[in-house]
Nanobody, 127 residues
Framework: QEQLVESGGGSVQAGGSLTISCVVS????????MGWFRRAPGKEREFVAT????????SYADSVKGRFTISRDNAKKTVSLQMRSLKPEDTAVYYC????????????????????WGQGTQVTVSS
């Protein structure tokens, strides 16, 4: 059974950097489009970033564009989110998500598209 396990969350001061990762226990990891979402206190879960099956395409929420970078290593079955210039409003539980796709170029920004989810990792940015 496929499992997604996030790691790397923690506390950081505003302006700092943090990288979170997600290891996927799936035989066909390279067949999955991967995404990161987050839920801030009192808010709905929102899209952060997504990456295509081979890593050739990415898409970001406007709020993180230019500060966050999503990447993947298909050999290690891992997807990462490098976060720089962090702001207090980036404080949230970050979730890794996966969707199997036959297309090597597809990206998905809607959480409804994803079928597999991790348990989340907390990122706290203090001012």
């Amino acid at each position: 059974q496929e499992q997604l396990v996030e790691s790397g969350g923690g506390s950081v001061q505003a302006g700092g950097s943090l990288t979170i990762s997600c290891v996927v226990s799936a035989r066909a990891f390279s067949g999955y489009v991967m995404g990161w979402f987050r839920r801030a206190p009192g808010k709905e879960r929102e899209f952060v970033a997504t990456i295509s099956r081979n890593g050739g395409r990415t898409s970001y929420a406007d709020s993180v564009k230019g500060r966050f970078t999503i990447s993947r290593d298909n050999a290690k079955k891992t997807v990462s989110l490098q976060m720089r210039s962090l702001k207090p409003e980036d404080t949230a539980v970050y979730y890794c998500a996966a969707k199997f796709s036959l297309s090597v170029t597809s990206l998905f920004t809607s959480e409804d598209a994803y079928t597999l989810w991790g348990q989340g990792t907390q990122v706290t940015v203090s001012s």
